[in-house]
């Protein structure tokens, strides 16, 4: 696994518990489908940091490992 797959996986971790507690997605014991989710969604949170980096005023030789991954939500998201 490449850090493209695992760098951001507490944040889709995050992510998808929100989305399953909101009854936007179902796992229903698809263990398969479920580790797709994570991969895809570890992968597509790494993609937009890259993208953003790229496109930011910040130097673009910064490697991702130094932004740390997202494993719990802003305390203002938490209160509402």
């Known amino acids: 696994m490449s850090e493209r ?3 951001f996986r507490g ?3 995050l ?3 929100e989305l399953y507690d909101n009854n936007l997605i179902e796992f229903a014991g698809d263990s398969e489908k479920l580790q797709l ?5 570890t ?3 790494y993609d937009l ?3 953003t980096l790229y ?3 910040y130097d673009r030789e910064i490697p991702s490992v130094s932004i740390p991954d997202m494993t ?3 305390e203002s998201e938490q209160e509402q």
């Open 15 to 17: 992510l998808l518990a």
């Open 11 to 13: 944040f889709a971790e």
């Open 49 to 51: 940091v890259i993208h």
């Open 5 to 7: 797959d695992t760098h």
């Open 72 to 74: 719990a939500w802003p």
């Open 37 to 41: 989710l994570f991969k895809t969604t």
């Open 55 to 57: 496109h930011s005023r």
């Open 43 to 45: 992968q597509r949170a």
